[in-house]
């Protein structure tokens, strides 16, 4: 599988991540290698196995319904780039 | 002091020969001097250890301390510390301070162990040597020219070159069992959910696991003894009670059936580590274990199947990273759309950016069956050929890398050939089980690991064997040139 | 041409538990921003999620209440996208495996009964609330809604009109309020839905190319917005265009939709099941103890008041609208012990007239049930007329004292006394010889004049009924 330059700024663009356009051939090399590399995967017929998402059988476990969360909202925005008045901000959005 | 094992330490603080705050300073000391030239440590947080030091002689003194009680201990830059920067190795994380505690370094506080400070890693955990690191590569103290393996190349690094007694590490496809082999100290992964991985910032969520790092199987048994246990904020971790691994130590290897894969042992060995692995497996049956040859036929497709299951999930596992609500932001972002890729662009280095746009792609429609699917599928064919093998063997045994610690840049410019560094101790995350790194000899002068791979929950029996080998070997005694 | 309207509906419900779906934190709503954002809302490094137990619960009510399959195994998943309310890039759903499955419910519209097939309904996640006020051209971003646990019910594209769409929504509504597992509150965003309204020709059997339209926070917004969206593709495709699949937006100002291109760029929302949570397996066991819990619904509810009470199918109807108003009628039959039929005009009537006055909930009624009925029991037993109840029922309504009290102090009990009354009418007739002559003469409509001589006299406590058999037969004699 090889990728061209195109599809990975889709992908990077999908991925929210910018790429220096000098480097967008060395990214689709390196990416397309490695594609090459996971394909060897199609060598096994993984026929009716069942995909394995967790590696232990076990379901989810329930939490009672309560609150035991305080606000902490001064010691988590210490941490936030730009905020005001409560809020995180961001570039205008536009809907 | 810094010569002696957690047990040793720990024998001595109680018996009164030394306090927690000379042991703490003494390790201070040797950070300042010899960290310099290792780069194992992202921030040293000597005040505080102090401070912990002096509580935990206060505890001492009192008598309610735990084994661990006034021992240093030093975190993977992975693990949450309130009121301490948390890297994760990243200049996105440069200046993130977590305002909370990994559910790991709350046991190791709760235990009366001091912080020394936080271990210098990959990039996310992303990288097999360390080179990925945002805060430079740590170097390996056995040979500076070389690299102390990844990503908890850090820990690894600051244990063999006695920069701290114990040190905890994370492994998502042998990011602790790769590191303890290139720098010849002790390493588990426990199974999957035996550790809490709350507050242990995920690269991989359903490969994640935080495991101890220390010079010996005695020292890894303490201090998993801390680490291991339900958690409730995490919905992966397991509900079980969790053994005695310090009293599971002095069992009997007699009758121990060792399986050899033979997947392990053929081309792509380096020959002079075969026949160090050779001997440390006379060793074994020395002490009564038998030796049978077993199959896991699909281990081949491990590595590939690692790199679409681990990628797609970081790939999602960091999109939390935007500039928004903590982390880099970058300059001024002309607009929204500017701002995720500019911040998440600069704020994340080259290999990081690699995976998660293969996770994009191998999860994005259209591909999600050929990538994703196909690899939960043979994800599920590995952890068959080792269900199966555990029916024949009690461990599994097989060399923990292909090769000793390489040079610094070897295998940078080629992604695949650093992948491959973890092909033998990916399988054991993919199928959820637990995996350690024995060291067993060196080649030149570089440490060998031996890999002993256990059943579910068979920590204990990995760890009284690698402690068995411990009792007639001393490859753990041996210290780098200069950090003796 | 003639052209048939195809939608389905995607409803949202915001379940009512006191913690959000992943984490501890509170769900209130109209706290100060991000005051009720944890580190797991926030989606901070390391942090991970653990499923509120309630939120289970109340999906499996749903889903019984509807007679769907409760899914023995599902799975949440992770849909992948960027925006700043949604703090992770990704919102926790469930995709290919959600927990309630293939249900039904009916509706009736201008008489007729159709059946809406329920496709599926999955637990998810809410995202936060971008502000959209200027701080210095930025927007602000409060993520307090951020993992409010969320029912989301995709209905079959069954039905046909924006009415319909409006009564399947209705009959939702009143449905998660009797479960009580949704306060349905519009206005805050409790219930809201996103329609997908496609047109074809008539007869055609292949459903036209659909546009979804998105956050509609009331009926009339539902029914707009069809009604234009319908209008605005039949034009499209009588003109020679096409209708392009996209996400529209309801201007309720402009009382028009408009295409979001925003939100179209990024559609591949690469969903694939989250690794923090393990497969949420549902026994018997939770079973059996969510339907103990399962209230009479609303259906059952209207049949048995039917019966029971000899109800009209649009009183039925009226009173079971909502659990509490049906629970008020019954208490107010039981306690007046008379006329079913008299309760319901009351409460339906000056009841519910009143309510809306005072903009008040049934539940906050400044006349409750027992005082309600003491008043229709003085009217049953004769002792005050209707006309006259209706000013006892606005002095109690005032005041908060019982009906008896009321017509105790101000006298207003009503004149059974034939003899007495016969004494008034003697009076009123000596009073008013010139009427009396024109009335006998023939001029019929001279009686009311008589009426209302005698009301006046009784001060409208005189039975009506008694008064004009009395004077009918005085004056005819």
Known sequence: MSLDSEAVKRIAWLARLSIDDDRVADYARDLSGILDFVEQMNAVDTGSAMPLAHPLDQSQRLRPDEVVESDQRERFQQQAPAVEAGLYLVPKVIE | MHNSTIAQLAEGLRAGRFSSLELTQAFLQRIERLDPGLNCYVTVTAEQALAEARAADARLAAGNAGPLTGIPISQKDIFCTQGVRTSCGSRMLDSFVAPYDATVVERFKQAGAVMLGKLNMDEFAMGSSNETSFYGPVRNPWDTGCVPGGSSGGSAAAVAARLTPGATGTDTGGSIRQPASFCGITGIKPTYGRVSRWGMIAFASSLDQGGPMARTAEDCALMLQVMAGFDERDSTSVDRPVPDYRAALGGSVEGLRIGLPKEFFGEGLDGEIATVLQQAIDELRKLGATVHEISLPNMGLSVPAYYVVAPAECSSNLARYDGVRFGYRCEAPKDLHDLYCRSRGEGFGAEVKRRILIGTYALSAGYYDAYYLKAQKIRRLISEDFRKAFEQVDVIVGPTAPSVAFKFGEKTADPIAMYLSDIYTIAVNLAGLPGMSVPVGFCGRLPVGMQLIGNYFDEARLLNVAHRYQQVTDWQTRAPEGCA | ?477
Request: net charge negative; charged share 25%; with cysteine.
């Open chain 3, 1 to 477: 041409m003639e052209w048939e309207t195809v939608i389905g509906l995607e409803v949202h419900a915001q379940l009512a538990t006191r913690s959000k779906i992943f984490s501890g934190a509170a769900t209130a709503y109209g706290a100060e921003p991000n005051t009720q954002a944890c580190a797991i809302d926030l989606g901070l490094p390391g942090v991970l999620p653990v499923l509120n137990r309630e939120a289970v619960r109340m999906a499996v009510k749903f889903g019984l209440a509807i007679g769907a399959t409760i899914a023995p195994v599902s799975v949440f998943a992770r849909k992948n996208y960027f925006y700043p309310d949604l703090p992770k890039g990704y919102q926790i759903s469930q995709y290919d495996l959600p927990v309630v499955a293939t249900g039904q419910m009916t509706i009736t519209v201008d008489g007729a009964v159709k059946t809406i097939g329920i496709t599926r309904a999955h637990l998810e996640e809410d995202a936060g609330k971008s502000l959209h006020e200027d701080f210095h051209g930025s927007t602000g971003i409060d993520l307090n809604r951020a993992g409010t646990p969320l029912l989301e019910i995709v209905s079959e594209p069954d039905l046909r009109s924006a009415k319909e769409a409006v009564a399947y929504m209705k009959k939702l509504h009143a449905l998660v309020r009797y479960l009580e597992i949704c306060d349905g509150n519009m206005q805050e965003g409790s219930f809201r839905c996103d329609a997908n309204v496609s047109v074809r020709r008539k007869g055609d059997s292949r459903f036209g190319t659909r546009a979804e339209i998105k956050n509609l926070n009331s009926f009339r917004f539902v029914e707009r917005a069809i009604n234009f969206e319908v209008e605005r593709q039949i034009e499209l495709i009588e003109g020679g265009g096409a209708v392009v699949q996209e996400t529209r937006l309801y201007d309720s100002v402009k009382d028009e939709t408009r295409s979001m291109r925003s939100k179209e760029e990024a559609n591949d929302y690469r969903y694939f099941p989250d690794p923090d949570l393990l497969p949420l397996e549902i026994g018997a066991a939770l079973i059996g103890e969510v339907r103990a819990t399962l209230p009479e619904l609303p259906d059952a509810k209207q049949q048995r008041f039917r019966s029971d009470y000899a109800l009209s199918d649009y009183d039925a109807e009226v009173l079971t609208a909502t659990r509490e108003l049906a629970d008020f009628y019954e208490a107010v039959v039981r306690s007046a012990g008379c006329d079913a039929k008299l309760c319901a005009n009351w409460v339906m009537g000056d009841l519910s007239a009143a309510l809306n006055e005072a903009n008040l909930e049934i539940t906050a009624s400044r006349v409750d049930a027992d005082r309600l009925a003491g008043l229709l029991q003085r009217i049953a037993d004769d002792t005050i007329s209707g006309k006259l109840a209706k000013q006892v029922f606005e002095t109690m309504w005032q005041e908060g004292a019982t009906a008896d009290a009321i017509i105790e102090r101000e006298g207003l009990r009503q004149i059974t006394d034939s003899s007495a009354i016969e004494a008034i009418i003697d009076r009123i007739m000596a009073d008013n010889p010139g009427q009396l002559a024109q009335y006998r003469a023939g001029k019929d409509k001279l009686f009311g004049f008589f009426v209302g001589q005698a009301m006046k006299a009784t001060q409208g406590k005189a039975n009506p009924q008694q008064l004009n058999e009395l004077l009918k037969r005085k004056l005819d004699a």
